[in-house]
């Protein structure tokens, strides 16, 4: 177990290395949840995310010759990068190992700090393993992404930062993947204000923690699947968990749509660039904002996000908040046929994105059937349309017409 003395000394350490991110009061949120909701944007810190603080003040503490054996690391990008500039600070070489599928600009990113690349295994845990061989193979430093005392004080650091800029704190949002952060945060804030609440995150589908809790010990999951790369880790840290089962409060889920509804809600009322891992926060106050007691915190851990999967999670994001609809409906097959569709859908004032006949289905001879992508204002738009098509079609299905989780 860290102390808070170990998490000053990492302030002082990383002081003219890290950026001290900004805490922004948040209107939107805080209209929903009934008092002061801020948000710690360390989407903008150097290398995108709070990883930085934890790999420098690591790396920082090794000997000369330590230094001169360089390090080695495993991540799927934000501890990659962290690693690898930290590893550029500091004049060492790096491996980093990444798994199959790791995001293109995170491993280009990685690439220009300086860091030598290689990818192995299909999960982050594989690719530990090959870090691991590696560094008792060649004699380097394995600056593990969160299971070391250097590591979660350095992400302490963001909890004394954080009490600083608000001081009148009373609930802490922090995401969860192995654990690193939520520890060294939460160990920071209740050293110094044992009255302020810390609540962990977890993406549903690569939930560890409650299960650990509840065993009182780490336990692994079998599988995951989450946009929330950035935290999905299948087993929390041992040092992590010490931490987060005393002195984090809870630790609750939230699921695929509340992460994209949540991200894109932070690009278009906050304007802020936030990865899926970084908006579980954010996606936690929406679904239940009468939980959090305020002035409440939420601590945006990146904001390295690839764009092919940015367009996704907007995508995703918009059919979530209920301003993308899915349709297949059945009509006349004849001249006219769809450019009556079309001109009742202009009538509902709805913007298609996509028209596709799908002649492939069975159905009755003069009918065809054609699948529609239609933006609409929200849900109750939404179901004006299914309908106003009801009036003159048959909709075989619909999908984005509901209220949106959490909302």
């Given at each position: 177990?860290?102390?808070l003395?170990?998490?000053?000394?990492?302030q002082?350490?990383?002081?003219?290395?890290a950026v001290?991110?900004?805490?922004?009061e948040s209107?939107w949120l805080?209209?929903?949840?009934?008092?002061p909701v801020l948000?710690?944007?360390?989407?903008?810190?150097?290398a995108g995310?709070?990883?930085i603080?934890?790999?420098y003040?690591r790396?920082?503490?090794l000997?000369a010759d330590e230094?001169?054996?360089?390090v080695v690391?495993a991540s799927a990008?934000?501890?990659?990068?962290?690693v690898?500039?930290?590893a550029?600070?500091?004049?060492m070489?790096?491996?980093?190992?990444m798994p199959?599928?790791?995001?293109?600009?995170?491993?280009?990113?990685t690439r220009?700090?300086?860091?030598?690349v290689?990818?192995a295994?299909?999960t982050?845990d594989?690719?530990l393993?090959?870090?691991?061989?590696?560094?008792a193979?060649t004699g380097?430093?394995?600056v593990?992404?969160f299971?070391h005392?250097?590591?979660?004080?350095g992400q302490g650091?963001l909890?004394?930062e954080?009490?600083?800029q608000c001081?009148?704190?009373?609930t802490?949002v922090?995401p969860i993947?192995g654990?690193g952060?939520?520890a060294?945060v939460a160990?920071?804030?209740?050293a110094v204000?044992?009255?302020?609440?810390?609540?962990?995150?977890q993406?549903?589908a690569?939930?560890a923690y409650?299960a650990?809790?509840?065993s009182?010990?780490p336990?692994?999951?079998?599988?995951?699947?989450?946009?929330?790369?950035?935290?999905?880790?299948a087993?929390?840290g041992a040092?992590?968990f010490?931490?987060v089962?005393a002195?984090v409060?809870?630790?609750v889920?939230?699921?695929?749509d509340?992460i994209?509804?949540?991200?894109l809600?932070?690009m278009?009322?906050a304007?802020?660039v936030?990865e899926p891992?970084g908006a579980v926060?954010?996606?936690?106050?929406?679904?239940?904002?009468?939980?959090?007691?305020?002035?409440?915190?939420a601590?945006?851990s990146?904001?390295?996000?690839?764009?092919?999967l940015?367009m996704?999670?907007?995508?995703?994001?918009?059919?979530?908040s209920?301003?993308?609809?899915?349709?297949r409906v059945?009509?006349p097959?004849?001249?006219?046929?769809?450019?009556g569709?079309l001109?009742e859908?202009?009538r509902?004032e709805?913007n298609v994105?996509?028209?596709?006949h799908?002649?492939?289905?069975?159905h009755?001879?003069?009918e065809?059937d054609?699948?529609l992508?239609l933006?609409?204002?929200?849900p109750e738009?939404?179901?004006s349309v299914?309908a106003?098509l009801?009036?003159?079609?048959l909709?075989?299905?619909?999908d984005?017409?509901?209220?949106?989780?959490?909302?």
């Amino acid at each position: 177990m860290i102390d808070l003395d170990a998490i000053r000394a990492a302030q002082r350490l990383i002081a003219p290395v890290a950026v001290r991110t900004p805490v922004e009061e948040s209107r939107w949120l805080s209209g929903i949840l009934g008092g002061p909701v801020l948000l710690k944007a360390e989407n903008l810190q150097r290398a995108g995310s709070f990883k930085i603080r934890g790999a420098y003040v690591r790396m920082a503490r090794l000997s000369a010759d330590e230094r001169r054996a360089g390090v080695v690391a495993a991540s799927a990008g934000n501890h990659a990068q962290g690693v690898a500039l930290a590893a550029q600070l500091l004049g060492m070489p790096a491996v980093v190992y990444m798994p199959r599928g790791a995001s293109i600009p995170k491993e280009q990113a990685t690439r220009g700090y300086g860091a030598e690349v290689r990818i192995a295994g299909a999960t982050i845990d594989e690719a530990l393993t090959h870090a691991e061989a590696y560094a008792a193979e060649t004699g380097a430093t394995l600056v593990h992404p969160f299971d070391h005392p250097d590591i979660v004080a350095g992400q302490g650091t963001l909890g004394l930062e954080l009490l600083e800029q608000c001081p009148e704190v009373a609930t802490v949002v922090v995401p969860i993947g192995g654990g690193g952060l939520a520890a060294g945060v939460a160990h920071a804030i209740r050293a110094v204000r044992p009255d302020v609440r810390v609540v962990g995150v977890q993406a549903a589908a690569a939930a560890a923690y409650p299960a650990s809790l509840r065993s009182g010990a780490p336990v692994p999951l079998d599988r995951m699947a989450t946009i929330a790369d950035g935290i999905a880790v299948a087993r929390p840290g041992a040092l992590p968990f010490a931490h987060v089962q005393a002195e984090v409060e809870r630790v609750v889920t939230v699921s695929e749509d509340q992460i994209a509804h949540a991200v894109l809600q932070l690009m278009e009322r906050a304007k802020l660039v936030v990865e899926p891992a970084g908006a579980v926060t954010v996606a936690a106050l929406l679904a239940e904002p009468e939980a959090f007691t305020t002035p409440a915190v939420a601590v945006l851990s990146g904001g390295n996000i690839d764009p092919l999967l940015m367009m996704n999670v907007i995508r995703h994001g918009l059919a979530a908040s209920g301003r993308y609809l899915s349709a297949r409906v059945r009509i006349p097959d004849r001249t006219g046929g769809l450019a009556g569709l079309l001109a009742e859908l202009a009538r509902c004032e709805v913007n298609v994105h996509e028209v596709a006949h799908d002649r492939t289905t069975r159905h009755g001879l003069g009918e065809v059937d054609v699948a529609l992508q239609l933006e609409t204002r929200g849900p109750e738009h939404a179901r004006s349309v299914i309908a106003a098509l009801r009036e003159h079609y048959l909709v075989l299905d619909h999908d984005g017409a509901e209220e949106p989780e959490g909302t």
